[in-house]
């Protein structure tokens, strides 16, 4: 499954999620819902409300990204996990509070980002979101590296 085809899978699924919930903050995205810290803080706040339906609703998708998605669309479920991290560490909830909804693959997903933020603890913040970003992001071996 493509970028595109994950973006549309889940609009229909959440489809109170667009323009107008955006954070002012960051500045509206063309794509809203293709930005992943926007999609997280959007589905923290349907967790915040209590109604666990369309939360695990939103995971289960992600789930099914993660097994069927392309490269791009299993990096931008990772930026996403990472996002639900980031803002859920600021709630009262804790980040904990989002394990009931991942499944196998966004939970193995979901502890390596734990692991990795762990481990760069010790770093200087800027360092550690630098390195964060790359094992996030990450391309794969260069054509040059895999000749």
């Known amino acids: 499954m493509e970028k595109l085809q994950a973006i549309s899978h889940l609009r229909k699924s959440l ?3 667009g323009a107008n919930v955006c954070s002012d903050e960051f500045g509206h995205s063309a794509d809203p819902i293709a930005n992943s810290y926007e999609f997280a803080r959007f589905v923290t706040t349907l967790f915040a409300h209590g109604d666990p339906k369309p939360v695990q609703r939103a995971f289960d998708q992600l789930e099914d990204f993660m097994q069927t998605g392309s490269a791009e669309v299993r990096d931008w479920v990772c930026s996403f996990l990472e996002a639900v991290q980031d803002i859920a560490a600021w709630k009262v ?6 394990l009931r909804f991942l ?3 966004t939970r193995h997903a979901w502890r390596a980002l734990e692991a990795i933020r762990r481990d760069l603890e010790d770093c200087p913040a800027l360092e550690a979101e630098v390195l964060m ?5 990450h391309d794969g071996p260069s054509r040059a590296r895999a000749a």
């Open 93 to 98: 909830s804790g980040c904990d509070a989002f």
């Open 133 to 137: 970003w790359r094992i996030v992001h």
């Open 103 to 105: 499944g196998p693959e």
């Open 15 to 17: 489809p109170d999620f």
